[in-house]
């Protein structure tokens, strides 16, 4: 069946502007992630969905990340005033949890670069 | 501040043998437990999971978990050039929560 997908696959923008970030998820699958990796390091998670509502936003850096799940399907996490510091690659990841346990499958990713 | 630490590596080993892939982890309420594969430029790929104590065996790939210890390891058995990559560790509490993932161990495959 088809994983998570997640567009655009690389983002190139400039300090100061707006992006947005679309991840879609195993068909089925009721909660969402959103994680960022820096080279070299492990992914530092976001923040979550369980259906449409944000479960825990506790990993966003600051105001200026945002991130919506009107329909409990597609994400989108959005970034105002980007800065140089936001360049990663940003992951998405999707479950199927029901009272079982949690099992993660991730999207290709989307490499933003803030220039 | 939980925490997930695994060495860097790179981690070398001869084509036929076992690697062997260490994590710890800080926080004793975790309660499963993830091996990623991540290839260069690629996503995290879950090849393992475990959730109880003891061992646990898929085709190469086995995972041990000691929960007293905080301890959790991935072994690959006929280590193949394939395998060259880094694998991530991951721990969650119960329920759907985020992973807390290490910073990965590269392994190389020497042919």
């Known amino acids: 069946g088809a994983g998570v997908s997640q567009t655009p696959s690389n983002k190139v923008t400039e300090k100061g502007k707006y992006v947005e970030l679309r991840c879609d998820p195993i068909?089925?699958?009721?909660?969402l992630y959103w994680y960022r990796q820096s080279l070299g390091q492990g992914p530092e998670f976001l923040i979550y969905?369980?259906?449409?509502?944000?479960?825990?936003d506790s990993g966003l850096p600051n105001d200026r990340f945002f991130a919506v799940r009107p329909e409990g399907s597609v994400s989108t996490l959005k970034i105002q005033r980007t800065e140089r510091g936001d360049s990663a690659v940003y992951l998405c990841?999707?479950?199927?949890?029901?009272?079982?346990?949690?099992?993660?499958?991730f999207g290709p990713g989307t490499r933003l670069t803030v220039l | 501040q939980k925490e997930v630490e695994q060495n860097s590596g790179p981690l070398s080993v001869p084509e036929g043998a076992i690697a062997s892939l260490n994590c710890t982890y800080s926080?004793?309420?975790?309660?499963?437990f993830f091996w990623y594969r991540q290839y260069s430029g690629k996503s995290p790929e879950l090849i393992m999971f475990?959730?109880?104590?003891g061992d646990k065996e898929d085709g190469r790939f086995t995972a041990q978990l000691n929960k007293a210890s905080q301890y959790v390891s991935l072994l690959i058995r006929d280590s193949q050039p394939s395998d060259s990559a880094t694998y991530l560790c991951?721990?969650?509490?119960?329920?759907?929560?985020?992973?807390?993932f290490g910073k990965g161990t590269r392994l190389s495959v020497i042919a």
């Open positions: 926080d004793r309420g975790s309660q499963s």
């Open positions: 969905f369980q259906g449409t509502g944000a479960a825990d």
């Open positions: 475990i959730y109880s104590n």
């Open positions: 068909s089925g699958h009721t909660a």
């Open positions: 990841a999707s479950s199927r949890y029901i009272g079982s346990y949690n099992e993660q499958f």
């Open positions: 991951a721990v969650t509490d119960s329920g759907n929560t985020p992973l807390v």
